[in-house]
């Protein structure tokens, strides 16, 4: 609610001949910011590693429980002798040992591997969101714009927060083009392959 708040204040009595107001839409800048593409294909690279670092320890797991089972068969074997059938149950009990270990290790891997890639998505938001941010103030100190509202933002309630704007002060295709002016010529690298990640998105949720 707070920007419609905002608005009607600034609106009110004398404050309208005062006040120059410009809108954005954030989320167009931040989805189509070539950093934005740029960090996603860092996080889906990241991603891919983890994922692949994560099946070869699940694959040693799965073979080190192939081996504890031939041992427990080994085990009960009668056609070996006692002492022999009792090295293979000490044998078995060592292994599964291991593997409940490995087992612990695999599940603080995955938990520490989300965890990772969270802060990395957060940290790259938050500085993605800071360029444009400061993008945008440049621009409207120049233009004399008194506020700048997201044209893309939405109330507490899902709802939109802007109902209506003429768009005649739009800054979102200047703030674009000045912010990929700097864009590498090619930005087409294909995302690794593995579990992509939540995106990276304006509004901080996953």
């Not at 933002?153 to 739009?170: H, K, L, Q, R, W």
């Amino acid at each position: 609610m707070l920007p419609a708040v905002l608005l009607m204040t600034f609106l009110s009595g004398s404050a309208l001949a005062q006040t120059k107001i410009a809108t954005v839409d954030m989320k167009k800048l931040f989805d189509n910011y070539w950093k934005t593409k740029q960090a996603q294909i860092v996080i889906q690279d990241r991603a891919a590693q983890l994922d692949k670092d994560d099946k070869s320890m699940k694959d040693d797991l799965k073979k080190g429980s192939d081996e504890y089972e031939k041992l427990l068969q080994q085990a009960n074997d009668q056609a070996i002798s006692a002492d022999e059938r009792d090295k293979r149950k000490q044998a078995a009990d060592a292994k599964l040992k291991q593997l409940q270990d490995s087992k612990a290790a695999i599940d603080q891997y995955e938990r520490q591997a989300q965890t990772t890639l969270g802060e990395q998505r957060q940290r790259m938001r938050e500085s993605i969101l800071t360029e444009i941010k400061a993008a945008i103030t440049t621009k409207a100190k120049a233009n004399g714009d008194s506020l700048v509202f997201d044209a893309a933002a939405e109330t507490v309630n899902g709802t939109m927060a802007i109902i209506y704007s003429n768009g005649d002060n739009d800054m979102t295709a200047e703030i674009l083009a000045q912010i990929n002016a700097g864009a590498p010529i090619d930005m087409n690298k294909p995302a690794a392959t593995g579990t992509t990640p939540p995106p990276l998105n304006s509004s901080g949720t996953p």
